[in-house]
């Protein structure tokens, strides 16, 4: 399984932008997708997921900005990012895993759980 991520940029304080992750290879009935970011000097940081079946989760710094989004005629799902603020800027990664070892969102908050991971995209975010 690949994962590209894409669609980073730089944008001002308040803007918007939309993040792709593009699953090519085997897919998945029953999985977890990811997204994830890092900011210099910081451990990487859990930003939202999607479990199959089951409605999004997000983490509490971008609940109400930021919603993922999902095509149904491919395997691409995308993050959309509103009300961006300079604290979001960060390398942005998508990730997924198979594994479901837990029905509940807080076992997948942790990057460990996820096997599959993009290359990161670049979101840059000025004030």
């Known amino acids: 399984v690949q994962l590209q991520a894409s669609g980073g940029g730089a944008v001002q304080a308040g803007g918007s932008l939309r993040l792709s992750c593009a699953a090519s290879?085997?897919?998945?009935?029953?999985?977890?997708m990811g997204w994830f970011r890092q900011a210099p000097g910081k451990e990487r940081e859990f930003v939202a997921a999607l479990k199959s079946g089951d409605s999004p989760y997000y983490a509490d710094s971008v609940k109400g900005r930021f919603t993922i989004l999902r095509d149904n005629a491919t395997s691409t799902k995308y993050l959309q990012m509103n009300s961006l603020k300079p604290e979001d800027t960060a390398v942005y990664y998508c990730?997924?895993?198979?594994?479901?070892?837990?029905?509940?969102?807080?076992?997948?908050?942790?990057?460990?759980?996820?096997?599959?991971w993009g290359q990161g995209t670049q979101v840059t975010v000025s004030s």
């Open positions: 990730a997924l895993t198979n594994k479901l070892l837990s029905g509940s969102y807080t076992y997948y908050i942790s990057p460990a759980r996820y096997v599959y």
């Open positions: 290879g085997r897919t998945f009935s029953v999985f977890v």
